[in-house]
């Protein structure tokens, strides 16, 4: 199986060469959703924040240069105000990567609607630059593949989440990358984890990480071991947090632990590795945007149709019967193993090759949607 | 001061007529942006609904209610994915039952299903249930004073001479708290002196009136603004007339502004 993609100069490859039209103020989101509707199939995303000095200042900056210099893309257009804050994001995504960076500015637009017509034709120009753009055969080390679930119940664990976990097995052995998320899904589980870790002290890092995530939520005054599994996965039929970890840690097969990753932090090496995100799905998304993942796969049980702007985001059903009702939004169903019609093995196999077919350019029902959610993730709140 | 506005049984008389499509979770945003597209509602981009925890979930429910009962709006649809946190079956008994409906992806058969179903309805909310227009005796504007101004004082005793409610916030800074705060308080319509450097707000329920400062950014915005730094307080008043009787405001023509529910704990 051949897989073909966009090197771009720096290490990283693309499998979408997407023109991303960022805005660096909230009141600037508007006009970005504008010149994605109204361009030839630029990608806008939408944010609430005001450029001000917030505790989260680092990480914000981080996620939006991040996200802007994601391998996937082949231009960013920066909408901005013209403020020295909106330069701080501009030199660190230049330090990122080589993605092009088109800056349109609104004191210089001097109205909403020059801005928004100025956006639609950069953007057209991109376009028409990136179409022309040749993919070139790819190794399978171009794969950065980021692993989520949302929206689990009881078939998780049994289902697709293993099935996930034989394909990301099978590309991390063949010298890709696969990154697993979510701290708070694989509370109760991290010690299984870390006997899987190259070294004791990335197996201590896996430790260490859960119990800081867990502190940080002990110290608002709540306990996340009450709080979750979310009434969602309770109607699931998922019994406990313990139970939801076991599950939804299946994910990343049974390879050995690279390297922890901080939140939104990409990897220098090959390799498997633990992210420490959110739960939160689309928090965990613009994380892995910023990290350089290239293609996700989300396991989900009760069904949801988020996706990004920046990574073609694949939609594995745990269960036939949802996959049936909503079709829509799922690519792959994983079902079919508690049906007893394929084996573990068998379904790990099409998912492998739904990942390269994406990865190829085959579209997902995310991308047909148009979904491609954004969030910026904040550990202090934005009640200022 | 004569305005002629909408009576919404339940929710009070706007300056607006506005139909809101509610996602109650980021999973159903961008359904709820292509069904309000399609039918020319009001929605809004947000990150909350799930994966929040402590005061933010109450804090976050409130803020939606809120929202639905705006005296501005004239119907709500809230779309849900279904396995959220704030769940869309419980929110929809909290807001005003007056045209008031909700669809849950997850049971409407996926993302395609609810935005067809929800075009359906929208229209339906809007098409069966004309608002009457309804004389607003007493307007409330509110005021964000995200920087200090200078006639406060005077400013606020013509109002209220002019028969105006007048609500005040004035955190400094971004205008989008003080906004927010203003929109629980039922403001109709909203006056705001942006900081110096911040660019004009808007707010996509309310009418918001920009008023500019004199710094370098505002100065290099002013086309955005719907008054400079001079204007007299009748020329303030005259512009109030105006937009409750139905002149757009800047803000409302180019549709600036995101909706930011408060949030005090980090997401997990």
């Known amino acids: 199986m051949s897989l073909t993609g966009y090197e771009r100069g720096d290490g990283r490859w693309g499998f979408r060469n997407h023109v991303l039209i960022l805005p660096l103020h909230q009141i600037l989101s508007s006009s970005a959703r504008e010149i994605e509707l109204k361009s030839d199939g630029a990608v806008a995303v939408s944010h609430d924040w005001s450029q001000v000095i917030e505790k989260d200042h ?4 981080h996620l939006l240069a991040g996200n802007a210099t994601n391998p996937n893309l082949y231009a960013t257009i920066l909408l901005r105000l013209g403020t020295p804050i909106e330069d701080e994001v501009i030199a660190r995504a230049k330090k990122y990567g080589k993605t092009k960076l088109i800056e349109v500015s609104l004191t210089e637009a001097k109205s909403i609607e020059n801005l928004t017509q100025a956006g639609i034709e950069r953007a057209n120009e991109l376009l028409k630059e990136a179409k022309a753009q040749q993919r070139v055969s790819a190794p399978l080390s171009a794969i950065v593949l980021g692993l989520e679930c949302g929206g689990s119940d009881a078939y998780s664990g049994i289902t697709a989440n293993p099935a996930l976990g034989v394909a990301s097995d099978e590309l991390v052995a063949q010298g890709a990358t696969s990154i697993l998320g979510e701290t708070m899904e694989i509370l109760g589980a991290e010690h299984l984890l870390a006997r899987r870790a190259i070294t004791k002290e990335v197996g201590q890092q896996i430790i260490d990480v859960v119990a800081r995530y867990e502190a940080s939520i002990n110290y608002e005054g709540i306990d996340i071991r009450g709080a979750q599994p979310s009434r969602g996965n309770i109607e699931g039929g998922l019994s406990t947090l313990e139970e939801k970890s076991l599950g939804a840690a299946k994910k990343a097969g049974n390879a050995q632990f690279t390297g922890v990753l901080e939140y939104a932090i990409a990897p220098t090496k090959a390799g498997l590795y633990f992210m420490d995100t959110p739960g939160h799905d689309i928090e965990q998304l613009t994380g892995f945007g910023a990290a350089g993942v290239n293609i996700t796969v989300f396991t989900t049980g009760r069904g949801t149709p988020t996706g990004s702007a920046v990574m073609p985001t694949i939609k594995v059903a745990t269960n036939s019967e949802m996959a049936t009702a909503i079709p829509d ?15 573990l093995e068998e379904n790990g196999k099409l998912i492998y090759q739904l990942i390269l077919d994406v990865a190829n350019g085959q579209l997902t029902k995310a991308e047909l949607g148009g979904h491609h959610e954004f969030n910026l993730s904040r550990l202090y709140g934005s009640s200022l | 001061m004569s305005i002629t506005g909408f009576a919404h049984k339940g929710r009070g008389v ?16 961008h359904v709820s ?15 909350n609904g799930c994966g929040i925890i402590g005061i933010d979930v109450p804090g976050v429910d409130n803020f939606f209610i809120e929202l639905a009962n705006h005296p501005n709006v004239q119907s709500v649809l809230v779309i849900s994915l279904g396995c959220e946190t704030i769940q869309g079956p419980e929110l929809l008994p909290k807001i005003n039952r007056e045209l008031s409906r909700l669809l849950v992806i997850q049971e409407s058969g996926g993302a395609s299903g609810t935005y067809e179903a929800g075009v359906i309805q929208a229209k339906q909310l809007r098409d069966n249930f004309k608002s009457a227009p309804a004389v607003i005796e007493k307007l409330v504007i509110g005021l964000d004073l995200s920087r200090n101004i200078e006639n406060l004082a005077a400013l606020k005793a013509a109002l209220n001479d002019a028969g105006l409610e007048v609500v005040i916030q ?11 705060k203003l929109m629980s308080k039922k403001v109709q319509i909203i006056l705001s002196f942006a900081d110096d450097n911040q660019p004009p707000s808007g ?3 309310i009418p918001v009136i920009n008023i500019a400062s004199n710094s370098p950014l505002h100065l290099a915005l002013a086309a955005e603004f719907d008054l400079p730094s001079t204007a007299s307080v009748q020329e303030i008043i005259k512009l109030i007339t105006a937009v409750g009787n139905g002149q757009k405001t800047k803000s409302e023509v180019s549709g600036i502004g995101e909706i930011v529910a408060p949030r005090s704990v980090r997401s997990v």
């Open chain 2, 33 to 47: 942006r292509k069904i309000a597209n399609e039918v020319g509602a009001l929605t809004f981009a947000h990150q």
């Open chain 2, 203 to 205: 707010f996509p329920l």
């Open chain 1, 329 to 343: 939004i799922i690519d792959l169903n994983s079902g079919t193993i508690a049906d007893g019609t394929q084996s």
């Open chain 1, 58 to 61: 680092e990480r914000i900056i």
């Open chain 2, 170 to 180: 004035d955190q400094q800074g971004v205008s989008e708290h003080n906004l927010a």
């Open chain 2, 14 to 29: 706007g300056v607006r007529d506005h139909q809101l499509i509610l996602p109650s979770v980021v999973c159903s945003t």
